[in-house]
């Protein structure tokens, strides 16, 4: 971590939004608690550590995909530091100087576009097809459908709930991610409950 935080700052922030790229695949465990606890069943974690086996072909393309989708921004972000320092790649401190004090507006406005635009697609295809494909055993496919429908059709309490995840999510970034211990299966926990809001259950 040092190494990444002070070498290499550039790929630490790529890391810090690739996690958000990759949640709905890390939360996986988390909404098969949730099922267990919703079907009155014994929650358990050894099973729910290996909960993607019962869908693994489907599970392991959409996690591929998020996989493919989190190195391409690291590269898109490389680059797009390269192209705003041109003395180098900066250090931590000049990241954090120029987001907050914003003395390099344009750098700031490309670099949250692009990764905007990687975390909104993400989460339209995403948000509830983890958890579809967890509990229907749906294919990938169907699934990224599913979830962008329910998005359109859902815009301004998705929208809402996507600004609370990444509130969440930065609590526990801030705290040297110690936080995400508790705010992580908040996420996960109330994201299986947005999911059983927007699919009616079978």
């Known amino acids: 971590m040092h190494m990444v935080l002070f070498e290499a700052s550039w790929l630490l922030s ?8 990759l949640g709905p695949f890390l ?3 988390l909404y098969d608690l949730s099922r267990r606890i919703e079907q009155s069943q014994k929650p358990t974690l050894i099973p729910s550590l290996f909960s993607w086996r019962s869908n693994l072909m489907n599970v392991a393309i959409f996690a591929g ?22 003395g180098g790649l900066p250090t ?41 494909m967890s509990d229907r055993n749906t294919d990938a496919v169907t699934a990224a459908i599913a979830s962008l429908i ?15 995840i990444v509130t969440l999510v930065a609590i526990g970034f ?29």
């Open 27 to 29: 939360a996986m465990g």
């Open 150 to 164: 329910a998005v359109k059709r859902n815009f301004i309490p998705m929208l809402l709930w996507a600004i609370t």
């Open 92 to 132: 931590f401190l000049e990241i954090v100087q120029v987001v907050f004090a914003f003395t390099q507006p344009n750098f700031a406005i490309a670099y949250f576009a692009v990764g905007g635009f990687f975390a909104v697609f993400v989460y339209a295809v995403s948000v509830i097809a983890i958890p579809l």
């Open 65 to 86: 995909v998020l996989i493919v989708i989190l190195l391409i921004w690291a590269r898109a972000s490389l680059v797009i530091f390269a192209l705003f320092f041109h």
């Open 14 to 21: 790529s890391l810090t939004t690739g996690f958000l790229l």
């Open 174 to 202: 801030t705290t040297h991610f110690i936080g995400l211990i508790i705010t992580m299966p908040i996420v996960g926990h109330a994201s299986w409950h947005v999911y059983r809001d927007l699919v009616e259950p079978i």
